[in-house]
C-alpha cells in the first residue's frame, strides 16, 4: 500500500485553524489513508471510521504545536 506524501505546505496551512480548504483538501486525502491502515490491522469498517475520524481530531487538536522545522 502507497500512502500519500505529506505535503510542508498543506500542513503549515492547516496551523491557521480558519483555513477550510486546507482541512478539507487534508480529509479528503488522508481520511482514506488512515482507513485503509486501519482496516490492514484488521479493524472493522465502522472501527476503522471512528479509528479514522480520532486521528484526524488528534491532528486538528495538535497542529498547532507541531514543530514544521524539524521535519
Known sequence: MTLPD???TL?????DGRDTAAWSEFCSIYEK???RVALR??????????VSQDVLLAVS?????????SS
Open 41 to 50: 490491522f484488521g479493524l472493522q469498517d465502522a472501527d476503522a471510521r471512528e
Open 6 to 8: 505529506t505535503r510542508v
Open 11 to 15: 500542513l503549515n496551512r492547516l496551523r
Open 61 to 69: 487538536r495538535k497542529i498547532s504545536e507541531f514543530d514544521l522545522s
Open 33 to 35: 489513508a488512515i482507513y
